[in-house]
DNA sequence: CCTCCATCCTGTGGGC
DNA sequence: TGCCCACAGGATGGAG
């Protein structure tokens, strides 16, 4: 078993993560051209389907805002040209001085107005760009996301009844995309420990009160990750690799903490296999069957 | 449509 | 000390 330090030497990123990105981003370049396009690495922008085009659809547009939904962030440029990134498990994004050196794997590199970049920094190339037009946009995979988990949570109602009759198991259904848009393998994992749920208990078997748990455990869950970004977002030790890990630690209630106690109740906590993730749990706190 | 599973990739650390 | 290998995970696409 990997030390937890290990586990999380790299954080991937989450919605937490793509969000302080996202702000990181929007005053320093709304409002900017594009002046320059490089592509240090082709499988980058493996998703746009004339190559050439990603650098020449972007030249000399301005920059109008930067969105997020779900883990995608949506730089929308004049002309209806949006630039779609994935941050994938390795991909972050830094700001940069024109001659300032490139971190290794700087793959992707945005120039605007020949004074400030934007560095894709992804040494496992899990991550993306391209550059999109409305048609394109509306047949992208970020076109068939759910709801934004933190700014468009459905509500219980809702979620029971995209739930109901389900069989995979909540944990999967927490990383469906197009369910809610959001979640990764560690924050669903703090949800379901926050709800009282087993991760492994089929979708459509939680009751109204567990799917009104679930679903009011993604919020706050968010938002103390989004914290821990916001606050170290202030130093630039956070654009390094590693910088925030100390903090994700003590914030974890559960994922990758097999084998320490539940800092609910003392069990230690365990882990399994859920649709080849790793799932973590307290089985006092998360029952794996539904108690009658 | 739903569920399950393989695939992409590379830094890391455990084991020998 | 150094080498090897398993492991981590988000999204996609194919099989059943």
Known sequence: MPSLSSRMGRQVPELPEVESSRRYLEE???GRSVTG??????RMIRHQAIPVDFTSRLLGRKLMAVDRKGKYLLLRFDAD???VMHLGMSGRLQLALPGEECAPHSNVVIGFDDEIEL???DPRTFGFAVAVTPEELAVHSVARLGPDALNALPRTSAFRTALRERTAPIKSLLLDQRIIAGLGN????????RARVHGSRPGGSLNGEEVRRVRAAIGPVLKAGLRAGGTSLDDLAYLLPDGRAGEYLQRLRVYGRSGLPCRSCGTPIERMVLGQRSHFFCRTCQPPFRPR
């Open 186 to 193: 560690i924050y669903a994992d703090e949800v379901l420990f």
């Open 119 to 121: 560095r894709l920094v």
């Open 81 to 83: 040209m949006t630039l």
């Open 37 to 42: 396009v490089a592509v240090g690495r082709a």
């Open 28 to 30: 320093p370049l709304v």
